[in-house]
Nanobody, 121 residues
């Protein structure tokens, strides 16, 4: 059974930093491209950032801000999202997703349950 479990969300002030984690089980972790998505209230889910299985290639959306960094520890089956200089508009539920390396770049097979990030002004 594949499981993706996010953690690290919470309530922070504008300008703060936060690191989210996503621990994955039930797959060969290094064979999966990992990504973070987010969904704000009333908005569609959007791609935040992605990382190849080896960690050698990072995928960015067209609207990349440079404030978010993705990393992974394949020994721990965990992917991280480091968020800097958070803004109220970053408030959303953040989801991690796993896509097998043989799948098209923006197709993801497995999803976590999400973790809430709320940024107060």
């Amino acid at each position: 059974q594949v499981q993706l479990v996010e953690s690290g969300g919470g309530l922070v002030q504008a300008g703060d930093s936060l690191r989210l984690s996503c621990e994955v089980s039930g797959v060969t972790f290094s064979s999966y491209r990992m990504a973070w998505f987010r969904q704000a209230p009333g908005k569609e889910r959007e791609f935040v950032i992605g990382l190849s299985g080896s960690g050698g290639r990072t995928y960015y959306p067209g609207s990349a801000t440079g404030r978010f960094t993705i990393s992974r520890d394949n020994a721990k089956n965990t992917v991280y999202l480091q968020m800097e200089s958070l803004k109220p508009e970053d408030t959303a539920v953040y989801y991690c997703a796993a896509g097998h390396r043989e799948r098209p770049e923006m197709e993801y097979d497995h999803w976590g349950q999400g973790t809430q990030v709320t940024v107060s002004s």
